[in-house]
């Protein structure tokens, strides 16, 4: 398995690796910030190597590590071993989740002390099995998304496309049909994380999940999170 770290903007960054579950690569990206402090956050970590130890090493000192909803946990203890220093912030109840790890504090939408002015954050309710943390970095106006909006544009494999196509993002950024049919609770508080991350100025859409937005994805976002 390998990582790759590219650069999105100034400060910015992802690492893309492999995630495969039913025969299905429904892929992998940790998102990397840097503080103006140098210090950085590595938002939803993916399988680790040694490699990417080094590379990270050479753009600043991993000083947080983040777990951005109840899902995306699986490799943080491997990062906690490598980086014993770093304070671990993690979703809403994710700390009854994994009791096997020291995790620093749960997150919410008012933004860590020590990220104020570099960072925007939305606590999305109303999905409680999720609790997904939606991040904004203005300065590269680009917004991060771990589990509600995937984008599958290239699967290869027809049970690739057929389950992607059925769960309605294949071809597009949208929130999954799983979610939004069998795990949303309350359409009403969801719509209120909705208005907050639709009044943030972003552009660029970083998703956990397969191909990224570019450019024009505050519109695409819109559209999406019109069937809520």
């Known amino acids: 398995m390998t990582n790759r770290i ?22 992998g990206r940790m998102t990397v910030i840097r503080l103006i402090s140098g210090d950085l956050i590595l938002h939803s970590p993916v399988f680790f190597e040694n490699s990417l130890m080094n590379e990270l090493n050479e753009i600043g000192v991993v000083k947080y590590i983040v777990a951005p909803n109840k899902f995306h946990h699986m490799h943080i203890g491997e990062y906690i071993s490598r980086y014993p220093e770093a304070e671990v912030w993690c979703a809403p109840g994710l700390p009854k989740k994994r009791k096997d790890i020291s995790l620093s504090s749960e997150l919410t939408d008012e933004i860590p002390q020590k990220w104020i002015g570099e960072f925007e954050c939305e606590f999305f309710q109303g999905i409680p099995s999720l609790n997904e943390v939606v991040f904004f970095h203005p300065s590269s106006r680009t917004v991060i998304f771990t589990d509600l909006l995937f984008n599958f544009a290239d699967q290869q494999f027809l049970g690739a496309k057929i389950f992607t196509w059925l769960d309605g993002v294949y071809g597009k950024a949208d929130i999954p049909r799983l979610i939004k049919w069998f795990m949303l609770r309350d359409r009403k508080i969801a719509r209120e994380s909705i208005k907050k991350i639709l009044s943030w100025d972003f552009d660029r859409v970083s998703l956990t999940h ?9 519109e695409i976002v819109a559209k999406a999170f019109e069937s809520i």
Do not use: Y
Request: without cysteine; glycine residues 12%; neutral net charge.
């Open 6 to 27: 590219l650069a999105l903007d100034k400060d910015i960054w992802t690492v893309e690796s492999s995630h495969k579950l039913l025969g299905i690569n429904f892929g």
């Open 210 to 218: 397969k191909d990224m937005v570019l450019t024009g994805g505050k």
